[in-house]
């Protein structure tokens, strides 16, 4: 009776489902024979294809996004430049710039409705991750890049003299501008391709992020 009762529910679930009975039984046989490929997770649909997600994939994501226990960075006060390792991600050589929300950066004063509003429509803003300016057809707005010794730049606006392989990083102040940066060509690191959009909520949830207060505290100590 139970064995009968088993291949009715079975029977039933293919009727409703699609899904062949055979397909349910070799998931729990431990048969592989429907994973070609030898993978042993789900496919997800992303943009008009499957996207595999298997073992190997996952530890590539891990070595990208390394945990490190506050503890650690505190005990050996690392900074983001040695408790990455940045050269698992894409990188390009830039020029980088500074600028000001200010009149001898943007030609606005303070009493100007638009002072201090990016092209994406969000706040300028410097803490660990900031707003930059970049070439958008290179650098879409909400690309992430980490710049070192700078920390991480969102992009949010742009310029009529940033072209190509240029940024403008953002400081509060002419002083902040010439003490911190000046002009370097630097390699940068692309850790997120923007889409086209950027909101202060988003630029908020990156700032407020739980595991990078540590990095965040550094670099607010250091600005004070």
């Known amino acids: 009776m139970t064995l009968l009762f088993i291949i009715a529910l079975l029977t039933t ?3 409703i489902s699609g899904v062949e009975a055979k397909t349910v039984l070799s998931k729990f046989s ?12 789900f496919d997800r649909w992303d943009h008009g294809q499957y996207v595999a997600i298997d073992q190997q994939w996952k530890h590539y994501e891990k070595r990208r996004n390394p945990k490190i226990s506050s503890e650690q960075i505190v005990n050996h006060s690392l900074r983001l430049e040695e408790a990455v390792d940045w ?9 980088a710039t500074g600028y000001t929300a200010g009149v001898e950066s943007t030609g606005k004063t ?22 930059i300016a970049a070439d958008l057809d290179i650098f879409p707005i909400g690309t992430i890049l980490f710049i070192p010794g ?3 730049g969102v992009v ?17 102040t002419v002083e902040d501008v010439y003490k911190y940066w000046g002009k370097k060509k630097i390699q940068v690191y692309i850790v997120k391709k923007g889409n086209g959009k950027l909101s202060e909520e988003e630029l908020k949830r990156l700032n ?4 990078m207060q540590v990095f965040r505290q550094q670099y607010l100590q250091s600005k004070s």
């Open 13 to 15: 679930f293919q009727s």
């Open 30 to 41: 431990g048969d592989s024979s429907l994973y070609p490929t030898g993978r042993h997770f």
């Open 87 to 95: 050269s698992k991600y894409p990188s390009v050589e830039v020029v």
């Open 110 to 131: 303070p009493d100007h409705p638009e002072y201090g509003i990016t092209y994406s429509g969000v706040r300028v803003k410097r803490d660990l991750y900031s707003t």
């Open 150 to 152: 700078y920390g991480y």
């Open 156 to 172: 949010a606006d742009k310029g009529g003299a940033i072209k190509g392989n240029r940024i403008d990083l953002y400081y509060d």
């Open 208 to 211: 407020e992020d739980e595991t």
